[in-house]
């Protein structure tokens, strides 16, 4: 009996202890707060097949009754962010854990709109963002290629266009402000973006405003900006990357001037990592570094393009209260381009070999400091950032020299009060001065732009409101120019994960040094000063949707469409006329040419689809980036004169100087532009695939003296007029070490296209790439 009932007892403990229950609970967020629809599993001890499982709610939380005896470690699985596993202890059932991004995953936090992180579906103008796995697997040469594949986005010869609201000037002049780091990245004589500089190996994201943000970033951000933000992780990395390859034929026979291959290769790395203060959690020191070394042939005669950059990141964390740090970048780069060919079957030769050659430096310092005042109410951030930007460049062709030296001189103060009950406010104040002294503007020319600012973002339930001003006054030589401009938008949440937003936004832009004082000629082409033009001024309003869909677990996909429309006042566009009557008809040749003048009011509207998206299911992933943009740019009034030529008399219009003389469009611009980029992983194999096809129309209206004095423009701009189709494919294979190989090809089908007056865009050009990563 005593046996039988210690069998009995010891049987009904078992199954007792078998029986008991335990709750854990899980609280499931990012760095901006808690996720809903994580996926939580939980498994035994063999994780062969879950025990029981759920999907968080609306505050990131879950709860889930287990067999205390089994339960023995949880997986934590949402699409776009790492997998997590935790080991569980039945002495702890509550747990808090932060997922990060998977670095192909979609882009959710944005700063450029305001200044401040921002979840992208809550921001109230139109906004692209670029993760890094586009710039790796596509191996750019520099980051305007990159600009290319943004939907609504065209770089012409160095020039940015956003929704057709510029063309192509020569390279002086620019509606699309650049940003590194969130502080401007254009030259302090031609107002250029520095393309060439930016350095895209260590980028973590880069953030595209469409339409006019004068009103935070001042001059130059008429068209929208463009941020590139680099890595500021600091997580321990090595990153490596080489290439090697080239252009081995052209798109038509006669065109080949080479034998061959014209090569191009080069090297790439970047390495950070972060030291900590075993004492202090809150003391630590990051720092970034990252190199470019590259030579490339060309695929125009005598025109190689060979260069090198070392960029630095520095990050002191003292205490949660104060942060400093030091950047930098220097660049060298030798280089030669021609400026028109010399005929249509000669079109990758210079005109009567007449060659461009430029060499020199550009590098730029950036100090910053950063103090937060945590209070009960809200944290208060005070911020100070510098810049030391300086080009020295020696430039000149056969017969004239284009040396130019110049820097500029940042400093920005901004104050942003980030508040617990929805309020963020930023306030800045803003100098930059900048100096030039060039042949090509005839001495030494000065400049200075003092600027106040204030934004102010409210989140009130449903509704995210912004509204911001910034005053500002620019002085270049002895004359100024001052005003202010405003913008107000609106995003509101009509459902779960639908966005209606709206936005008006004024913008401006001074006049360049370049624009101003340039008297040279390059070639047979005569450029002419105008120091007396107006600063651009315009209005840019938009209307859209933000969507979030999903599928379950798999797909995951961003859509945004707006209607926008943008009104200039005073566009500055160079102009083709008799500028200068010395020396009688004799010396017409040298009267003759470009000047920068205002042409009036103009409009630019349309509208556009922008899709961003990841699949994933098993082991395929398909993350894919595809948008279609329609614009349509034209000038108010074509055929009323717009200036009086004040050396002949002669009233200029429009139509009188554009091949097409009809309908009034803006030159050097396109209606149609669609982008697609797609990318296929298989996670386990390591196999990868990707597409990137680019579709723009004929570019109807140049101006009418490229038809008349060089050889070739008419008879090829007439022949290219169903537009131009560019498709690049890549292969390549994952390695389980991290290791990657990747065999690209761009413009697969070797298109001929004209990107501008006289100027051939590149043929096919094949790479291998190999990266190595390790973290």
Same mark, same amino acid.
């Given at each position: 009996?005593?046996?039988?009932?210690?069998? %009995?007892?010891?049987?009904?403990?078992?199954?007792?202890?078998?029986? @008991?229950?335990?709750?854990?609970?899980?609280?499931?967020?990012?760095?901006?707060?808690?996720?809903?629809?994580?996926?939580?599993?939980?498994?035994?001890?063999?994780?062969?097949?879950?025990?029981?499982?759920?999907?968080?709610?609306?505050?990131?939380?879950?709860?889930? *009754?287990?067999?205390?005896?089994?339960?023995?470690?949880?997986?934590?699985?949402?699409?776009?962010?790492?997998?997590?596993?935790?080991?569980?202890?039945? @002495?702890?059932?509550?747990?808090?854990?932060?997922?990060?991004?998977?670095?192909?995953?979609?882009?959710?936090?944005?700063?450029?709109?305001?200044?401040?992180?921002?979840?992208?579906?809550?921001?109230?103008?139109?906004?692209?963002?670029?993760?890094?796995?586009?710039?790796?697997? *596509?191996?750019?040469?520099?980051?305007?290629?990159?600009?290319?594949?943004?939907?609504?986005?065209?770089?012409?010869?160095?020039?940015?266009?956003?929704?057709?609201?510029?063309?192509?000037?020569?390279?002086?002049?620019?509606?699309?402000?650049?940003?590194?780091?969130?502080?401007?990245?254009?030259?302090?004589?031609?107002?250029?973006?520095?393309?060439?500089?930016?350095?895209?190996?260590?980028?973590? /994201?880069?953030?595209?405003? *469409?339409?006019?943000?004068?009103?935070?970033?001042?001059?130059?951000?008429?068209n929208g900006v463009i941020n590139v933000r680099t890595r500021s992780d600091y997580h321990k990395r090595t990153w490596v990357n080489l290439f090697a390859g080239g252009h081995p034929i052209a798109p038509r026979p006669e065109l080949r001037w080479w034998t061959g291959l014209q090569s191009l290769g080069g090297l790439q790395m970047s390495l950070q990592n972060k030291i900590d203060d075993s004492t202090n959690p809150n003391r630590w020191f990051g720092y970034l570094?990252?190199?470019?070394? @590259?030579?490339?042939?060309?695929?125009?005669?005598?025109?190689?393009?060979?260069?090198?950059?070392?960029?630095? *990141?520095?990050?002191?964390?003292?205490?949660?209260?104060?942060?400093?740090?030091?950047?930098?970048?220097?660049?060298?780069?030798?280089?030669?381009?021609?400026?028109?060919?010399?005929?249509?079957?000669?079109?990758?030769?210079?005109?009567?070999?007449?060659?461009?050659?430029?060499?020199?430096?550009?590098?730029?310092?950036?100090?910053?400091?950063?103090?937060?005042?945590?209070?009960?109410?809200?944290?208060?951030?005070?911020?100070?950032?510098?810049?030391?930007?300086?080009?020295?460049?020696?430039?000149?062709?056969?017969?004239?020299?284009?040396?130019?030296?110049?820097?500029?001189?940042?400093?920005?103060?901004?104050?942003?009060?980030?508040?617990?009950?929805?309020?963020?406010?930023?306030?800045?104040?803003?100098?930059?001065?900048?100096?030039?002294?060039?042949?090509?503007?005839?001495?030494?020319?000065?400049?200075?732009?003092?600027?106040?600012?204030?934004?102010?973002?409210?989140?009130?339930?449903?509704?995210?409101?912004?509204?911001?001003?910034?005053?500002?006054?620019?002085?270049?030589?002895?004359?100024?120019?001052?005003?202010?401009?405003?913008?107000?938008?609106?995003?509101?949440?009509?459902?779960?994960?639908?966005?209606? %937003?709206?936005?008006?936004?004024?913008?401006?832009?001074?006049?360049?040094?370049?624009?101003?004082?340039?008297?040279?000629?390059?070639?047979?082409?005569?450029?002419?000063?105008?120091?007396?033009?107006?600063?651009?001024?315009?209005?840019?309003?938009?209307?859209?949707?933000?969507?979030?869909?999903?599928?379950? /677990?798999?797909?995951?996909? /961003?859509?945004? %469409?707006?209607?926008?429309?943008?009104?200039?006042?005073?566009?500055?566009?160079?102009? %083709?006329?008799?500028?200068?009557?010395?020396?009688?008809?004799?010396?017409?040749?040298?009267?003759?040419?470009?000047?920068?003048?205002?042409?009036?009011?103009?409009?630019?509207?349309?509208?556009?689809?922008?899709?961003?998206?990841?699949?994933?299911?098993?082991?395929h992933q398909i993350q894919f980036l595809a948008g279609y943009a329609y614009s349509d740019p034209h000038v108010r009034f074509p055929d009323q004169p717009f200036i009086l030529n004040d050396i002949t008399g002669q009233p200029l219009k429009y139509s009188d100087l554009s091949t097409d003389d009809s309908t009034g469009t803006l030159k050097y611009r396109y209606r149609h532009l669609l982008k697609t980029d797609l990318q296929y992983t298989h996670t386990r194999l390591?196999?990868?695939?990707?597409?990137?096809?680019?579709?723009?129309?004929?570019?109807?209206?140049?101006?009418?003296?490229?038809?008349?004095?060089?050889?070739?423009?008419?008879?090829?701009?007439?022949?290219?007029?169903?537009?131009?189709?560019?498709?690049?494919?890549?292969?390549?294979?994952?390695?389980?070490?991290?290791?990657?190989?990747?065999?690209?090809?761009?413009?697969?089908?070797?298109?001929?296209?004209?990107?501008?007056?006289?100027?051939?865009?590149?043929?096919?050009?094949?790479?291998?790439?190999?990266?190595?990563?390790?973290?």
């Amino acid at each position: 009996m005593p046996a039988r009932l210690l069998s %009995f007892i010891f049987l009904w403990t078992t199954l007792q202890l078998r029986a @008991q229950q335990i709750t854990y609970t899980l609280y499931i967020r990012d760095v901006q707060g808690p996720l809903a629809g994580a996926t939580v599993r939980i498994f035994d001890q063999q994780q062969t097949a879950p025990i029981s499982g759920g999907i968080t709610d609306t505050d990131g939380r879950i709860a889930l *009754k287990v067999p205390a005896d089994r339960a023995r470690s949880a997986e934590i699985r949402m699409l776009g962010y790492r997998t997590e596993w935790l080991t569980l202890n039945p @002495q702890t059932t509550t747990y808090h854990i932060t997922l990060r991004e998977e670095t192909y995953s979609l882009p959710n936090v944005v700063i450029t709109a305001s200044k401040a992180q921002q979840r992208i579906e809550e921001t109230t103008v139109s906004l692209t963002v670029i993760r890094p796995n586009l710039v790796e697997n *596509k191996n750019p040469t520099d980051i305007q290629q990159t600009m290319n594949q943004v939907p609504g986005v065209n770089v012409n010869d160095g020039q940015a266009n956003i929704r057709s609201g510029s063309g192509w000037s020569y390279g002086a002049g620019t509606r699309v402000l650049l940003l590194l780091d969130n502080l401007p990245l254009i030259s302090p004589d031609a107002n250029q973006v520095q393309w060439t500089i930016v350095p895209f190996e260590s980028l973590d /994201q880069m953030e595209i405003i *469409k339409g006019a943000s004068s009103a935070l970033y001042g001059s130059s951000a008429l068209n929208g900006v463009i941020n590139v933000r680099t890595r500021s992780d600091y997580h321990k990395r090595t990153w490596v990357n080489l290439f090697a390859g080239g252009h081995p034929i052209a798109p038509r026979p006669e065109l080949r001037w080479w034998t061959g291959l014209q090569s191009l290769g080069g090297l790439q790395m970047s390495l950070q990592n972060k030291i900590d203060d075993s004492t202090n959690p809150n003391r630590w020191f990051g720092y970034l570094i990252s190199a470019l070394g @590259q030579w490339d042939e060309g695929y125009q005669w005598r025109s190689p393009d060979n260069r090198g950059r070392l960029f630095f *990141k520095t990050h002191f964390n003292r205490s949660r209260h104060l942060h400093y740090g030091l950047n930098g970048n220097i660049s060298y780069r030798r280089s030669a381009s021609p400026l028109i060919w010399n005929g249509e079957d000669q079109a990758l030769i210079a005109l009567d070999s007449s060659i461009t050659t430029n060499a020199g430096f550009t590098y730029h310092i950036d100090p910053w400091l950063t103090f937060h005042q945590f209070r009960s109410t809200g944290v208060l951030r005070h911020e100070i950032n510098a810049r030391l930007l300086a080009i020295d460049n020696q430039s000149r062709d056969d017969s004239t020299v284009f040396d130019n030296a110049s820097q500029s001189y940042l400093l920005q103060y901004q104050t942003q009060w980030l508040s617990h009950s929805g309020w963020k406010i930023t306030t800045g104040l803003f100098g930059l001065w900048a100096v030039s002294n060039s042949e090509l503007f005839v001495g030494r020319h000065t400049s200075r732009n003092l600027a106040a600012y204030i934004q102010t973002d409210y989140r009130l339930r449903r509704f995210n409101l912004s509204a911001g001003t910034r005053y500002e006054h620019f002085l270049l030589d002895n004359r100024s120019q001052a005003r202010p401009v405003f913008r107000f938008g609106a995003n509101y949440q009509a459902a779960p994960y639908t966005h209606l %937003f709206a936005s008006w936004g004024q913008g401006f832009r001074f006049p360049s040094m370049a624009e101003a004082f340039t008297r040279t000629n390059v070639g047979t082409v005569n450029i002419f000063p105008n120091p007396r033009l107006n600063p651009e001024y315009g209005n840019t309003y938009e209307l859209g949707l933000k969507q979030l869909l999903s599928a379950g /677990q798999h797909l995951k996909m /961003q859509l945004e %469409f707006a209607l926008y429309r943008m009104d200039f006042d005073d566009m500055i566009e160079f102009t %083709f006329s008799r500028w200068d009557t010395t020396g009688g008809f004799a010396q017409i040749q040298r009267q003759l040419g470009f000047k920068s003048v205002n042409i009036g009011p103009v409009r630019i509207q349309g509208f556009e689809l922008t899709a961003t998206g990841l699949y994933s299911h098993s082991h395929h992933q398909i993350q894919f980036l595809a948008g279609y943009a329609y614009s349509d740019p034209h000038v108010r009034f074509p055929d009323q004169p717009f200036i009086l030529n004040d050396i002949t008399g002669q009233p200029l219009k429009y139509s009188d100087l554009s091949t097409d003389d009809s309908t009034g469009t803006l030159k050097y611009r396109y209606r149609h532009l669609l982008k697609t980029d797609l990318q296929y992983t298989h996670t386990r194999l390591g196999y990868r695939a990707g597409i990137s096809i680019r579709f723009n129309d004929y570019m109807r209206n140049l101006d009418r003296v490229f038809y008349q004095v060089i050889p070739g423009v008419q008879s090829v701009h007439q022949r290219l007029n169903r537009g131009d189709l560019l498709i690049d494919l890549r292969i390549g294979y994952r390695w389980p070490s991290g290791a990657m190989a990747n065999l690209i090809i761009d413009n697969l089908l070797n298109r001929e296209v004209m990107i501008r007056p006289a100027f051939l865009g590149p043929p096919m050009r094949i790479l291998l790439q190999y990266q190595v990563t390790l973290e």
